[in-house]
């Protein structure tokens, strides 16, 4: 019996097949709509016989450093400064209310006019009673002046040299006065004793200070070196390692915030051992041409330890970094594999490095991996400078019902 609805539904979904063709999706179609394969060089990881190093951590530390305290005690008037500021030589960092120092200062160089006068009067009376005198021995000479008038003269002169003296003691006395008023004053401005940044500020506009009070804390950012402290048996290979200025052995440094290693060579190594730790003190020049590093940075120093050991080394083209550290991409049958590393030291164009994943003969991606991600397939031009010996690209397998 025919049903008009049933064959309406039927006509309808022919119209649907018709219009909406539904995909069939080879294995190849799939393949080929994977991630594109990355065109790579390779090189192997390998062992190599080199003088071993020693991680030893430390920190950045500016050899320049000043917290500036007041020498005088008085109101703060003005804080010029915050923290983070740069300042240059001799720049006003603080002002404190300096009017009762301006006005000793006013004093004592009023008292300087004074004393100064009264040395000139006193020079000229002494002036005058010495010519009395050689007038009075001229006429001694000829009969005409007596014993005692030259008796008088003469001491007169002797006084007056004495008042002269003693004027001239008060002149000095007051000259120091004008000094140490002129100090008090300009004690009353806090300058910078050099060019640095503000790390801190203890004092703020209006605060009441004493002698001795911080204001505030400047350090250098251009004279900075790396410190770090050693135990006693790195110390015979450090010294010598830094045996002559000419020949010194550079030390590599490693910095978290910074991706290349730097190098720097031993300024001085303290001969006192911290008395808590057993450690000694070195301090270490680092070359920091682009002004990257900063006091306070915590640092890693491989320091030699005058021995040598057979350590992996790979290509430093092969070391890529991320947010969390380290990493290469290795050969894993034809597709990249990521593998995390820990930097120990470089040695020219290799560096020593340490991985759970990484074994000498390992394949190392060296270029070709700036935008590589993890399973990537990879066509591989060229491993340790040569041709590879046969194609690492798996063979594509026809699509069932295809024709051979």
Same mark, same amino acid.
């Given at each position: 019996m025919h049903n008009p609805i049933a064959s309406s539904i039927y006509k309808a979904a022919l119209t649907i097949a018709v219009l909406v063709p539904i995909p069939i999706l080879s294995s190849t179609t799939l393949a080929q709509n994977g991630p594109p394969p990355a065109k790579v060089f390779l090189e192997t990881a390998k062992l190599e016989l080199l003088s071993d190093a020693r991680p030893v951590t430390g920190e950045i530390r500016s050899r320049r450093t000043a917290e500036l305290a007041s020498q005088v005690e008085g109101l703060t008037l003005e804080m010029l400064v915050e923290e983070g500021d740069q300042v240059t030589q001799g720049q006003t960092l603080a002002k404190l209310d300096d009017q009762r120092a301006k006005l000793q200062f006013e004093r004592a160089q009023a008292e300087l006019v004074s004393a100064q006068a009264l040395v000139d009067q006193r020079s000229a009376d002494l002036e005058q009673a010495k010519r009395d005198l050689s007038r009075l021995e001229e006429l001694d000479s000829r009969g005409s002046a007596g014993p005692a008038q030259l008796d008088q003269a003469r001491t007169l002169v002797a #006084?007056?040299?004495? +008042? &002269?003296?003693?004027? +001239?003691?008060? &002149? =000095?006395?007051?000259? #120091?006065?004008v000094a140490l008023a002129q100090i008090e004053l300009s004690d009353m401005t806090i300058t910078a004793p050099f060019a640095g940044t503000v790390i801190s500020k203890q004092t703020e506009a209006g605060q009441w200070i004493s002698t001795g009070d911080p204001i505030c804390t400047i350090v250098s950012m251009t004279d900075l070196e790396a410190r770090i402290d050693v135990p006693q048996s790195l110390l015979p290979a450090l010294e010598r390692a830094n045996a002559s200025a000419a020949s010194a052995t550079p030390i590599e440094i490693l910095l978290p915030s910074i991706p290349e290693p730097m190098t720097s060579k031993i300024h001085a190594v303290v001969p006192q051992a911290d008395a808590l730790s057993r450690l000694f003190p070195v301090r270490l020049i680092v070359d920091d041409p682009e002004n990257q590093l900063r006091p306070g940075m915590s640092l890693t120093a491989m320091v030699p330890t005058g021995t040598q050991a057979e350590l992996l080394t790979v290509s430093k083209d092969a070391i890529l970094r991320n947010a969390a550290g380290e990493y290469v991409y290795? *050969? *894993? *049958? =034809?597709?990249?594999? &990521?593998?995390?590393?820990?930097? &120990?030291f470089s040695v020219g164009s290799r560096v020593v490095i340490r991985s759970p994943l990484i074994r000498p003969g390992v394949q190392v991606v060296i270029e =070709? *991996?700036?935008?590589?991600?993890?399973? +990537?397939?990879?066509?591989?031009?060229e491993l340790d400078g040569n041709p590879p010996p046969a194609p690492t690209t798996p063979a594509t397998t026809p699509a069932s019902g295809s024709e051979g």
């Open positions: #006084s007056r040299s004495a +008042q &002269l003296a003693e004027a +001239q003691a008060d &002149l =000095g006395i007051t000259k #120091s006065n290795y *050969n *894993n *049958n =034809g597709t990249a594999a &990521l593998a995390p590393i820990t930097r &120990l =070709g *991996n700036e935008r590589m991600f993890p399973t +990537q397939p990879m066509i591989i031009f």
